[in-house]
């Protein structure tokens, strides 16, 4: 008898930090331990129904995963057209950077114009599905404006707090999509303390914040499965992350291990890299130290918005990835990936986020250290456009009087 086949073959949730199995078909936040819950599929009924030559042949968005993604019905799906970014080689900046083959995949042409379109739209569909009438997270911006956009497509309400000084344009987009939006005088985690307690008041809402919920991972695990099949359904030598809350990185991971089991890749796995700022890394000092674990980080501030998270829920997970892969962490400044944002966009025309600069930054220090040799293929997430972050260029272009002359060229 052939395989019965169906949209989704998610099969249970586990914890993340003991392995204990949950229920995946009622709403689910966090383990008893407080840990992240990972979605688990029965991969041996996914390998019997699809074929990567299947997934060839389907519409370009995440959704052509669909197998290994958690939505169950696919009246469910709500969707922008996310995914299937490109994968584009960089090779005046490679250059520069001794490094043969680079390339980023570049997660600026998703909507909303961060890769964080990427969870909320399976995380949205997901919670769509099990009746979830609101969606309530604290956000540095990026995540909140996907999730209100999303949760406005699907129909839902959101309720999303953010610190004051995050990007005004994430604001916009939550206020726009009618998200109850509240900006905090603190940190993410102090958005974190108050959203919390107002969602345990209000019926029918769940917390979506960072691992709080199993299935954003799920959305942004779908990056790992695009970079193997954009390259022929193999994995690159190493793959850079800026990591702030460590979704992306996580996911990545879980995705490349669902392949090797699914035998749709094989060989070694990348060295997942978790790129930082200096301004705020938790990650990398407690990588220096060999640590499993990461302490809050002090005074964190950075002008890569996304990436400033001082205490992690999943930091455990993001160590597990670089340690298990031979990977490893590293900080930059924000001068630094300030000025790799501008050498990328006069080099190579993309103008990306200074998130994604960072990693760029980052490849100098990586090649001279040698963890990255001349030879390795080299990609470097760019997680968001540049765009939505007009301020990190400060424009000093001469103003000309109206019958003023523009100067000549020697
Ligand atoms: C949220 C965000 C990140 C960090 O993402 P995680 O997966 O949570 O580590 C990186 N870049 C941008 C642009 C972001 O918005």
Not at 98 to 123: N, S
């Amino acid at each position: 008898m052939a395989p019965s086949s169906a949209y989704s073959f998610l099969s249970h949730l586990e914890c993340s930090r003991t392995g204990e199995r949950y229920d995946a078909d009622v709403l689910q936040g966090v383990s008893a331990e407080g840990a992240p819950l990972l979605a688990r599929y029965d991969l041996d009924r996914v390998r019997e129904t699809v074929t990567r030559e299947d997934i060839a042949a389907r519409a370009p968005t995440l959704w052509r995963y669909h197998e290994v993604l958690p939505v169950r019905g696919e009246d469910h799906v709500v969707t922008l057209g996310e995914g299937m970014t490109p994968l584009l080689p960089m090779p005046a900046y490679g250059r520069r950077a001794g490094i043969e083959r680079l390339l980023m995949k570049d997660e600026g042409l998703v909507p909303t114009g961060t890769f964080k379109a990427r969870g909320a739209a399976v995380g949205v569909s997901r919670a769509a599905e099990l009746g979830v009438k609101g969606v309530a997270m604290p956000t540095n911006g990026n995540a909140g404006a996907a999730w209100a956009l999303y949760a406005a497509r699907a129909g839902m309400e959101s309720l999303i707090a953010m610190p004051e000084d995050a990007p005004r344009i994430t604001m916009a987009e939550c206020q726009v999509a009618g998200a109850e939006l509240y900006r905090v005088d603190g940190l993410i985690g102090d958005a974190g303390k108050l959203v919390n307690a107002a969602t345990r008041e209000r019926a029918g809402y769940q917390e979506v914040s960072t691992l709080k919920e199993p299935y954003r991972l799920e959305g942004k695990k779908t990056m790992g499965y695009e970079i193997a099949e954009q390259l022929g359904w193999r994995m690159p030598d190493v793959i850079l992350y800026p990591t702030g809350g460590g979704v992306g990185i996580i996911g990545i991971h879980k995705a490349l291990r669902e392949m090797l089991e699914l035998g749709w890749v094989d060989g070694e796995l990348p060295r997942l890299v978790a790129v930082q700022a200096t301004g705020c890394a938790p990650i990398v000092e407690a990588f220096e130290n060999g640590a499993r674990e990461s302490t809050p980080f002090p005074g964190a501030r950075t002008v890569a918005f996304g990436i400033t998270v001082p205490k992690a829920l999943g930091d455990f997970l993001v160590l597990d990835a670089v340690y298990a892969t031979g990977g490893t962490a590293i900080a930059v400044t924000d001068e630094d990936l300030l000025k790799a944002q501008a050498e990328l966009a006069a080099l190579e025309g993309a103008f990306i986020c200074p998130e994604g600069a960072a990693c760029f930054a980052a490849l100098g220090p990586l090649r001279e250290s040698g963890h990255i040799t001349a030879g390795d293929e080299v990609v470097v997430l760019n997680t968001g456009t540049g765009v939505k972050y007009p301020e990190t260029v400060r424009v000093d272009a001469p103003l000309l009087a109206k019958d003023g002359q523009i100067p000549g060229r020697g």
